[in-house]
């Protein structure tokens, strides 16, 4: 008997394939007295040789999919899972205290971690301690005889569930091979979504208990356009999932008609649209998808993906290598938006009751400890200006004297880099990201100081509303098309027209069906979003009469209260959106 959920469609497409549970499994264990000690010794020369097998399995995969120098974490697992001191200590210790040795693997490699970690100040050494935490865990799987998942080693076709998905192990699912995903937590706007968005991998988030739902293997349906997940789908509704796939499919092969239109309004006027980026290798998507600028470059996955704080050359080559993709159109990079979410293994961030009301992002940059690593990315970046047309803003700006601070900074480095004979680009703007209320309202006093705004409804609608973000119990209050969020948004624009300064969008609103028709009757300037909805929005602009989107909009914002009215405002002005 087949079983219906429903969750957040977080990105579109249609899958029909068998489940895969990236699951952590049970790793309990008793800890008993042992007479025979041999035995357990050589019960972990058995889970330690086990281990090493796979993980070699993991680099050699690693290699051949990311690359030698994403490989070498594994390096590093190999590395202890060898060192005869540690192995030594195991032993020593299942012989002392006659004990099992899940025990005794535990008892030693708690003792090294603490160790490495508490040698403070010293990330080589936390990296250290966190290499070991995820060997212990993977001996310590081998001698319960559980297994670990492994995303990286998938070779079949396979719909994955999880808990929630990092932006990294994200990173690691092959497109080839991973047909959707399924999470119990997350939303539209968290950073799983985002990614799945980019990777073209139909996703639904936010059902609560998918991962004890599913077994691994068991059929399944998803749908990442209505949120639908069918467990054990019956040859008919297979079929169906099938024909919406090739209808969407179909939809998409129209879009794609547009690659190299202008985005122009039924009546003639033109609207930038922009992708959503976080690597160097998204450029391809962007210009694949008609890309006319890209709007919002997440430079925090740089810092994410990478074993240690990027050096200054490794971002130039980084950012160099998005200005130079892009051919000459404009580029906005954000500086690192670390904190939240996003944690840095090598980064000792505190830990804190509310992360996305703490420290974080521009926070972090303009901190005594952040001070470095934030003026490391202004001249990896001033260095990277001459390749492109490049404009940098700053996330989480929530006072006036924040920009000021930044900007400071960017001169400062400006004027070293020119001292030191380096050349820079002397037309880059500088501009910030409106996604905290208090910058909204005082729109009009940034204008007057910053080139541009971007607009990140992600943030703006959690703090407006404030409702996390990632939390789907309180998912119905990401309202992007409520009156007060659209207050804020065109007091943004019309802040920024005042002052001659153009506003855009990053935020995941931007590509939104139902309020593209209101952003374009309030005058959005640029609209940047995940490149795969550029042609979609491409498709429905031609359809838009500017002056009709005005009186749409002008209504919305004086003549509604809820959403729901907005909502059937906009479907009596566009009834064509789907
Ligand atoms: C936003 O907050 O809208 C945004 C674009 O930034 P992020 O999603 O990376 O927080
Ligand atoms: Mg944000």
Known sequence: MSEVLKGIAASDGVAVAK??????????????????????EA??????????GELQAIRDKAVSSLGEEAASVFDAHLMVLSDPEMIGQIKETIRAKKTNAEHALKEVTDMF???FENMDDNPYMQERAADIRDVAKRVLANLLGVKLPSPAMINEEVVVIAHDLTPSDTAQLDRKFVKAFITNIGGRTSHSAIMARTLEIPAVLGTNNITELVKDGQLLAVNGITGEVVIEPSEETQEEFHKAGEAYKALKA???QLKDAKTETADGKH????ANIGTPKDVVGANDNGAEAIGLYRTEFLYMDSQDFPTEDEQYEAYKAVLEGMNGKPVVVRTMDIGGDKELPYFDLPKEMNPFLGYRALRISLSEKGDGMFRTQIRALLRASVHGKLRIMFPMVALLTEFRAAKKVFDEEKANLLNEGVSVA????????????????????????????SIGTNDLIQYTMAADRMNEQVSYLYQPYNPSILRLINNVIKAAHAEGKWAGMCGEMAGDQIAVPLLVGMGLDEFSMSATSVL?????????????????????????????EVVALVNEYVPEIQ
Do not use: H
């Open 271 to 274: 609207f930038e649209l922009a």
């Open 426 to 453: 002397d037309d880059i703007q500088v501009g910030i990201m409106i996604e905290i209320p208090a910058a909204a309202m005082l729109a009009d006093q940034f204008a007057k100081e910053v080139d541009f705004f």
């Open 113 to 115: 971690i603490t160790l």
């Open 254 to 256: 129209e879009w794609e």
């Open 536 to 564: 979609k929005t491409r498709s429905l602009m031609k359809k838009l009469d500017t002056k009709q989107m005005e009186e749409l909009a002008n209504k919305a914002l004086t003549e509604t209260s809820t959403m729901e």
């Open 43 to 52: 019960r972990l020369d058995a889970a330690l040789a086990a281990s090493q």
């Open 19 to 40: 489940a895969y549970l990236l699951v952590q499994p049970d790793l309990s264990f008793e800890t008993v007295t042992v007479e025979n000690t041999d035995n357990e």
